[in-house]
């Protein structure tokens, strides 16, 4: 009979003087007694619970505890936030942190993340100003309305739904009724606003006069939003925002459209389908358009909604602004972000959009170049290492089946070792980390959406060791 491995277990005191001992040889900086006891004791616990529900489990013995927690307390004071490479091929991961800023916003941010700033202060009146209004003239002069700026495109549908229809009804068509990531639902938004939800028409179709019948003295708002995270394709009917617009001003009611990704440029510009932009779909005739910060935009996350003043003004006003206010580090973010747009730099001043217009023969160059280091380096024992054609795609929910052709490397055989996971997972754990993708059992690494080319021989060096072990 084996005793129970619990048993075998190191005390919590016993691991604790052990820990301390290894990461003062280490360096003078260690989290005190109290934060070390709570790490201990929660990896003992999750020992126990194994031990007790898997009978083969190893108990680990009191060095192995010690070095494992020694790494962990390190990794929790160096902060567990950090740079990634991302070779996906998806440039709007939301994951990895959607839209990479731009050079200038890494410094403006910088500039003024370590003092103070006038946030809220009207330098020439030398008085409190608003936060609200912080961008108005930025908008103004890229839009010809004011906007208001708030947290993520969620909180902009929160905000406007609660100012503009507490209380009251909001039609929307049955084919828009979208689920985002991230368990975002529009009927929950809706309701946490305190809108009542009118729901139009069917999943695929949807007429003009499905929204004039459902128009009753309650209604407050007709909401259009972009079903930009799926595809219905066939038998498909919905209304032009414009045709809505002018149903709505008849009726006295507001017009609002959730464009999520909310592009200030044509996305054909990149050889990608038309997507609307910001400035189509206010010139379309609608009061209120929301969009976000970090798809398109190519900017910090924030939800946008710009549009008529006065109800640009009231959302400001709304008690609930000052819980979905963005702080200092958004503001001047996006107000660096919007100074290429204002510039007409954007296409090569922000990351994203020169990830857009990266030329096919661009990547095959720096694929090329990943190819011919693994063959220098490895000889012949390199595995089967190829530069291959892939399809990058904008992600984030945006452009669905749309794909930006380039080229890529590809490596491994299917069904040999190391496996294609073996090889991304090698890849994850190095020094920087590179994120590639498996596709039919090989790794794919994708170059555009390797932000600075000059990352580029970090990742060459990487796969370089992750073959070699
Ligand atoms: C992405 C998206 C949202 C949510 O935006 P966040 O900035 O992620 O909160 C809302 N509506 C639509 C149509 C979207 O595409």
């Not at 938004?189 to 729901?199: N, Y």
């Not at 004039?212 to 925002?241: D, Y």
């Amino acid at each position: 009979m084996t005793s129970d491995p619990r048993r075998r277990l190191p005390s919590v005191e016993a691991v604790l003087v052990g820990l301390q001992a290894r990461l003062v040889d280490v360096s003078a900086a260690s989290p005190n007694r109290a934060i070390l006891t709570r790490l201990v004791q929660a990896r003992i616990s999750v020992e126990r619970q194994t031990a007790a529900t898997d009978d083969g489990h190893e108990v680990p013995d009191l060095q192995a505890l010690v070095g494992e927690l020694a790494e962990e307390a390190r990794a929790l004071m160096n902060g567990r936030l950090f740079p990634v490479i991302n070779a996906t091929g998806v440039l709007l991961q939301t994951n990895l942190g959607r839209a990479p800023l731009s050079e200038e916003t890494s410094v403006r941010l910088g500039g003024v993340a370590m003092g103070y700033s006038n946030l809220e202060y009207d330098i020439e009146a030398g008085r409190r100003s608003d936060r609200a209004g912080t961008l108005r003239q930025t908008f103004e002069a890229l839009l010809g309305v004011p906007a208001v700026v708030v947290n993520n495109n969620a909180a902009s549908l929160l905000l406007a739904l609660a100012t503009v229809a507490r209380g009251r009804e909001v039609i929307v068509s049955r084919g828009e009724l979208i689920e985002i990531g991230g368990s975002f639902r529009l009927p929950d938004v809706m309701r946490l606003s305190g809108a009542r939800l009118v729901e139009v028409g069917t999943t695929n179709r949807t007429r003009l006069a499905d929204y004039r019948e459902a128009i009753t003295p309650r209604t407050a708002m007709i909401l259009k939003v972009h079903t930009s995270n799926f595809q219905v394709v066939g038998f498909v009917e919905s209304v032009p925002v414009d045709h809505l617009a002018v149903l709505a001003q008849e009726r006295n009611i507001v017009i609002m459209e959730d464009l999520g990704s909310g592009s200030l440029l044509p996305t054909e510009e990149a050889g990608l389908a038309h997507e609307p932009t910001v400035q189509d779909t206010l010139a379309a005739g609608v009061d209120l358009v929301a969009f976000s910060g970090d798809k398109l935009l190519g900017g910090p996350q924030a939800g946008l909604v710009a549009g008529r003043a006065e109800l640009v003004a009231k959302l400001g006003k709304n008690a609930l602004y000052r819980a979905l206010r963005p702080d200092k580090l958004t503001l001047v973010a996006l107000e660096a972000t919007l100074g290429s747009y204002l510039r007409g730099q954007a296409r090569t001043e922000l990351p994203l959009w020169r990830m857009l217009m990266e030329t096919a023969g661009s990547t095959r160059i720096r694929a090329t170049a990943w190819v011919e280091a693994v063959r220098t380096e490895l000889g012949n024992t390199a595995p089967p290492c190829h530069v291959v054609d892939v399809e990058s795609t904008v992600g984030g929910g945006t452009l669905p089946g749309q794909v930006l052709n380039g080229f890529g490397l590809a490596v491994g055989t299917p069904g040999r070792r190391p496996s294609a996971a073996t090889l991304a997972e090698r890849l994850r754990r190095s020094t920087p980390t590179v994120i590639g993708r498996v596709h039919h059992g090989r790794l794919i690494l994708d170059p555009r959406t390797v932000v600075d080319p000059e990352d580029d021989l970090a990742v060459a060096d990487v796969l370089v060791s992750a073959l070699r072990q």
